[in-house]
């Protein structure tokens, strides 16, 4: 059975404070891993897709990166408007039609 | 990018009714789409997969005859709650994965639905 986690649940930050959440994870054939943010009471918003240890993806102030354990999301410099649950999810290779496992998130907070 | 629309955002209905959610992917065809239930402050926890033209499949513990799943057509999966009772008051979430762009845009969700049982 697929599995993830994530950490930290919740993290404060100061506006212009860089910092890095953790997804750990183990799959039976990994076929992709994904980063989504989620606002309060909407879907989540597809962010980055890694497929391979060692695959790293770039928007604005965000950065995923993958390990055949673990992926990160880096926030450089995170403003006010980066507060949102980021989620984790994996496609496994043992999984009929594509289905996702998801971690239960962090909360980010970014104070001014 | 790849749409996908929710319908309604927000629905409240007496006990004991049954409510109607729909998930339209607007650009694309999907042949599998995906209901998810998420309670406050938690994650998505999936509850079937919908593939068009058979029956759902379901995850363990979710009642296949209250949560019924229609996905009669290639851009339409339907999740319909039965004889609803407060319990069953959540934030529900439908996903779709559009077969080429998937590999760029991964799976698109739709903006969910508060459901409240009173």
């Known amino acids: 059975e697929d599995q993830v986690t994530q950490s930290p649940e919740a993290l404060r930050l100061q506006e212009g404070e860089s910092s890095s959440l953790n997804c750990s994870y183990t799959?039976?054939?990994?076929?992709?891993l994904f980063w989504y943010r989620q606002d309060p009471g909407k879907g989540p918003e597809f962010l980055f897709t890694?497929?391979?240890a060692g695959e790293e993806k770039e928007k604005e102030r965000l950065k995923a990166t993958l390990t055949k354990k673990e992926s990160f999301l880096h926030i450089t410099a995170p403003k006010p408007e980066d507060s949102a649950t980021y989620l984790c999810?994996?496609?496994?290779?043992?999984?009929?039609?594509?289905?996702?496992?998801f971690g239960q998130g962090t909360i980010l907070t970014v104070h001014p | 990018g790849a749409v996908v629309s929710q319908h309604p955002s927000r629905v409240i209905c007496k006990s004991g009714t049954s409510v109607k959610i729909e998930c339209r992917s607007l650009?694309?065809?999907?042949?599998?789409m995906f209901w998810y239930r998420q309670f406050p402050k938690k994650s998505l926890m999936l509850m079937a997969t919908?593939?068009?033209?058979?029956?759902?499949?379901?995850e363990q513990g979710v009642e296949k005859d209250k949560f019924l799943i229609n996905h009669a057509s290639l851009t339409l999966s339907t999740l319909t709650v039965t004889s609803a009772h407060p319990e069953d008051s959540s934030f529900y979430i439908c996903?779709?994965?559009?077969?080429?762009?998937?590999?760029?845009?991964?799976?698109?969700f739709g903006s969910g639905t508060r459901l409240t049982v009173v």
């Open positions: 996903s779709a994965r559009e077969s080429l762009l998937g590999a760029l845009y991964g799976y698109t």
């Open positions: 799959v039976s054939g990994l076929r992709g």
């Open positions: 890694l497929y391979s």
């Open positions: 999810a994996v496609r496994g290779g043992g999984t009929s039609y594509g289905k996702l496992t």
């Open positions: 650009d694309f065809q999907a042949t599998t």
């Open positions: 919908s593939n068009e033209g058979s029956k759902a499949t379901y």
